[in-house]
């Protein structure tokens, strides 16, 4: 068994490599690779990737994806994958993640299993950050009732005419005609200095390069291409990204970063005016509307509030997410600890 790290500098090297070619298990698709040898926030010597290889193939992947709180460099894992045959690597990838990363580690949207074992290692903690918000627009038994009784596939011509039925009394609330709404693929100087005014109390604080550079490379593609062989979500029948301004007569109120995958609708990034919340949140609610979107997930708290007094939901439900780090930075990690719905690599995918 060998372990081999690649850097950022040696990605695009790797993905055009033999070994990568002819492996079963592919690591990291291309475009992802591209990405992450964009990220601003990364040197050319920075891992991005652990491997473990048996007989020329590659059978067990861990993943890095550089950050910076203030002037330090951290790392989030990206992704943690073994082949069922080599289960008992999973922990010497981690511990190779650990020592590589020299301990400057971050976790966030932890599955159950990852939690499970990050739990019982006596050198990370766990944070309390804001729970999120998911508010149900619309109608979907036709997707969700077959999945919790499979028997109920039969139905599913059925159940869609139920869900239409049901769904076509949903309607739009009225937006304030003073709002202007533009997409936007780059930023002014102006937009600059208002997320800026912003970010000052996030821990990461994202600015227009680093947003720019999410928005440009993401990591799921609109494509039918079988990636059968990668683990992770690498395509999807619908995944768009826009980045919003909205401003009230010449005065930005407000900028979104808005994802709409498979129908659900994410804010990963926003950035919104004091006394503006609820007309954002308005402004949220008809997009989510208007482009069939059958739920709204959100962890900016000003913004739930609004959702939860103001709108009437088929249901909700609060979302916890766990925010996880190596006790070496502990001393970097500023309480209460603030986070963007995207940060890691949930913006991407």
Known sequence: MEFKT???????TFVKSDLYKTTKNCPITIHRAISQSKNPRAEKNDPVLTIAISENNIVGYIGYL???INDDKVYWNSCWWVDDNYKTIAISLLLQFIKTAKEKIV?????????QIVSNLPFFSFCEVESGFRAYLKFNTEEVF???KPQLKKIKPLLKIGDKVANSLITKKSTPQNLIIENIDSFSEEDKKFIS???????????????EWIYNNPWVKNTEYDYSNYYFTAALSEFDTQIIRVKNNDNTIAILYLKNQNKHLTIPFSYIEQNYFEQIAQFIYNYAIN?????????????NKCFENNFLFITTRLINRDFVFHNSIQHLIKKPVILQDGDGDVAFC
């Open 291 to 303: 482009n069939n979107c059958i739920t709204i997930t959100s962890f900016n708290s000003e913004l």
């Open 146 to 148: 077959p999945q919790k």
């Open 197 to 211: 005014s912003k970010n000052s109390s996030e821990l990461f604080k994202r600015n227009t390069e680093e947003l």
């Open 66 to 68: 550089p950050d910076i």
């Open 6 to 12: 690649i850097t950022i500098s040696e990605l695009t």
């Open 107 to 115: 976790l966030t949207d932890l599955t159950p299993h990852t939690k």
